[in-house]
Protein backbone atom coordinates (compact mmCIF):
# COMPACT_ATOMS: atom_id res chain seq x y z
CA UNK A 1 0.00 0.00 0.00
CA UNK A 2 1.14 3.45 -0.60
CA UNK A 3 1.43 5.59 2.01
CA UNK A 4 0.55 9.67 1.52
CA UNK A 5 3.93 11.66 1.98
CA UNK A 6 3.82 14.24 4.81
CA UNK A 7 5.11 17.25 3.34
CA UNK A 8 4.47 20.77 4.34
CA UNK A 9 2.46 23.65 2.26
CA UNK A 10 3.23 27.22 2.48
CA UNK A 11 1.18 29.78 1.47
CA UNK A 12 2.23 33.67 0.51
CA UNK A 13 1.17 36.10 -1.78
CA UNK A 14 2.04 35.76 -5.31
CA UNK A 15 3.44 39.59 -5.71
CA UNK A 16 2.78 42.72 -3.63
CA UNK A 17 3.54 46.61 -4.06
CA UNK A 18 4.86 49.06 -1.18
CA UNK A 19 5.30 52.12 -1.10
CA UNK A 20 9.43 53.11 -1.05
CA UNK A 21 10.11 54.21 2.80
CA UNK A 22 7.03 52.18 4.37
CA UNK A 23 7.09 49.14 6.47
CA UNK A 24 5.75 46.05 4.64
CA UNK A 25 4.39 42.79 6.75
CA UNK A 26 5.11 39.44 3.92
CA UNK A 27 2.45 37.27 5.31
CA UNK A 28 3.33 33.17 5.13
CA UNK A 29 1.47 31.12 6.30
CA UNK A 30 1.72 26.37 5.87
CA UNK A 31 -0.33 23.65 6.77
CA UNK A 32 1.24 20.62 7.79
CA UNK A 33 0.18 16.88 7.81
CA UNK A 34 2.05 16.88 11.53
CA UNK A 35 1.46 18.32 14.81
CA UNK A 36 3.91 21.50 15.41
CA UNK A 37 7.30 20.37 16.26
CA UNK A 38 9.48 21.93 19.04
CA UNK A 39 12.43 21.59 16.31
CA UNK A 40 10.01 23.58 13.29
CA UNK A 41 12.10 25.84 11.01
CA UNK A 42 11.41 28.71 9.12
CA UNK A 43 13.59 30.51 6.55
CA UNK A 44 12.96 33.29 4.92
CA UNK A 45 15.84 34.22 1.64
CA UNK A 46 15.95 37.00 -0.30
CA UNK A 47 16.71 36.94 -4.58
CA UNK A 48 17.00 40.41 -5.77
CA UNK A 49 15.98 41.41 -9.26
CA UNK A 50 19.12 41.16 -11.09
CA UNK A 51 19.50 36.98 -10.10
CA UNK A 52 22.57 37.49 -8.46
CA UNK A 53 22.80 35.11 -5.17
CA UNK A 54 20.67 34.39 -2.67
CA UNK A 55 20.28 36.26 0.40
CA UNK A 56 19.31 35.38 3.72
CA UNK A 57 16.69 37.54 5.50
CA UNK A 58 15.59 35.81 8.58
CA UNK A 59 15.58 32.67 10.68
CA UNK A 60 13.47 30.99 13.31
CA UNK A 61 14.31 27.81 15.07
CA UNK A 62 12.20 28.02 18.67
CA UNK A 63 12.85 31.49 18.95
CA UNK A 64 13.48 34.50 16.11
CA UNK A 65 16.93 35.16 15.03
CA UNK A 66 18.09 38.35 13.44
CA UNK A 67 20.28 38.93 11.12
CA UNK A 68 23.79 40.14 11.91
CA UNK A 69 25.02 41.39 8.72
CA UNK A 70 23.44 42.07 5.01
CA UNK A 71 21.34 44.08 3.14
CA UNK A 72 18.48 43.46 6.00
CA UNK A 73 20.17 43.75 8.99
CA UNK A 74 18.29 45.94 11.64
CA UNK A 75 15.09 45.85 8.92
CA UNK A 76 13.52 42.65 9.99
CA UNK A 77 11.46 41.97 12.87
CA UNK A 78 9.00 38.72 13.28
CA UNK A 79 5.78 39.01 13.02
CA UNK A 80 4.32 35.32 13.00
CA UNK A 81 2.60 33.33 14.74
CA UNK A 82 3.88 29.48 15.39
CA UNK A 83 -0.01 28.32 16.88
CA UNK A 84 -1.32 29.65 14.51
CA UNK A 85 0.58 28.30 11.19
CA UNK A 86 1.14 32.08 10.47
CA UNK A 87 5.67 32.61 9.85
CA UNK A 88 4.91 36.06 8.61
CA UNK A 89 8.06 38.95 8.76
CA UNK A 90 7.94 42.53 8.75
CA UNK A 91 10.57 44.62 6.76
CA UNK A 92 10.57 48.33 7.61
CA UNK A 93 12.23 51.00 5.32
CA UNK A 94 11.70 49.88 2.18
CA UNK A 95 13.80 50.75 -0.73
CA UNK A 96 14.03 49.97 -4.36
CA UNK A 97 17.24 47.94 -3.91
CA UNK A 98 14.75 45.43 -2.12
CA UNK A 99 12.85 44.40 -5.36
CA UNK A 100 13.03 41.09 -5.87
CA UNK A 101 11.08 37.55 -4.59
CA UNK A 102 11.56 36.40 -1.09
CA UNK A 103 10.99 32.88 -0.35
CA UNK A 104 9.27 31.80 3.08
CA UNK A 105 10.37 28.14 3.60
CA UNK A 106 8.84 25.78 6.77
CA UNK A 107 10.15 22.36 7.76
CA UNK A 108 8.21 20.95 10.77
CA UNK A 109 10.33 17.44 11.49
CA UNK A 110 8.75 15.23 10.34
CA UNK A 111 7.34 16.95 7.71
CA UNK A 112 10.41 18.22 5.95
CA UNK A 113 10.09 18.48 2.19
CA UNK A 114 7.05 20.67 0.77
CA UNK A 115 5.97 23.98 -0.79
CA UNK A 116 8.53 26.87 -1.08
CA UNK A 117 6.28 30.14 -0.55
CA UNK A 118 7.19 33.32 -3.45
CA UNK A 119 6.48 36.69 -2.92
CA UNK A 120 7.61 38.88 -5.71
CA UNK A 121 8.34 42.49 -4.03
CA UNK A 122 7.65 45.63 -6.09
CA UNK A 123 9.03 48.85 -4.45
CA UNK A 124 7.42 51.78 -6.36
CA UNK A 125 7.61 55.89 -5.77
CA UNK A 126 4.83 57.70 -3.93
CA UNK A 127 2.38 58.52 -6.93
CA UNK A 128 2.27 62.18 -6.86
CA UNK A 129 -1.72 62.19 -7.52
CA UNK A 130 -2.99 59.85 -4.94
CA UNK A 131 -6.64 58.74 -4.59
CA UNK A 132 -6.96 61.57 -1.82
CA UNK A 133 -6.13 64.24 -4.53
CA UNK A 134 -8.33 63.01 -6.95
CA UNK A 135 -10.94 63.47 -3.95
CA UNK A 136 -9.79 66.71 -3.26
CA UNK A 137 -10.58 68.15 -7.10
CA UNK A 138 -13.56 65.97 -7.53
CA UNK A 139 -15.33 67.73 -4.70
CA UNK A 140 -13.67 71.07 -5.32
CA UNK A 141 -14.83 70.91 -9.28
CA UNK A 142 -18.28 69.67 -7.84
CA UNK A 143 -18.67 72.54 -5.22
CA UNK A 144 -17.17 75.36 -8.17
CA UNK A 145 -19.80 73.65 -10.48
CA UNK A 146 -22.61 73.95 -7.94
CA UNK A 147 -22.03 78.12 -7.28
CA UNK A 148 -21.59 78.48 -11.08
CA UNK A 149 -24.89 77.27 -11.27
CA UNK A 150 -26.18 79.18 -7.96
CA UNK A 151 -25.50 82.33 -9.39
CA UNK A 152 -26.03 82.33 -13.03
CA UNK A 153 -30.08 81.37 -11.18
CA UNK A 154 -29.43 84.35 -9.05
CA UNK A 155 -28.38 86.55 -12.58
CA UNK A 156 -31.60 84.92 -14.33
CA UNK A 157 -33.82 86.03 -11.21
CA UNK A 158 -32.59 89.08 -11.08
CA UNK A 159 -32.93 89.99 -14.75
CA UNK A 160 -35.93 89.00 -14.61
CA UNK A 161 -37.58 91.08 -11.94
CA UNK A 162 -35.91 94.23 -13.26
CA UNK A 163 -37.76 93.22 -16.28
CA UNK A 164 -40.97 92.53 -14.67
CA UNK A 165 -40.00 95.99 -13.05
CA UNK A 166 -39.55 98.16 -16.28
CA UNK A 167 -42.80 96.75 -17.71
CA UNK A 168 -44.97 97.58 -14.96
CA UNK A 169 -43.70 100.77 -14.76
CA UNK A 170 -44.29 101.14 -19.11
CA UNK A 171 -47.76 100.14 -17.80
CA UNK A 172 -48.22 102.23 -15.49
CA UNK A 173 -47.05 105.22 -17.55
CA UNK A 174 -49.05 103.97 -20.11
CA UNK A 175 -52.47 104.37 -17.97
Excluded at 76 to 101: A, Y
Excluded at 136 to 157: N, P, T
Aim: aromatic content about 8%; proline content about 5%; some cysteine.
Amino acid sequence: ALWPAAAVEVHTSKEVDAVNGTNLRLKCTFSSSSPISQHLSVTWNFQPEDLSSHEPVFYYLKEPYKLSAGRFKERVTWDGNIERNDVSIIIWNLQPTDNGTFTCQVKNPPDVDGTIGEVRLRVVQKVHFSEIHFLVVAIGSACVLMIIVVSLVIICRHRRKKAQEKRMEVAETEL
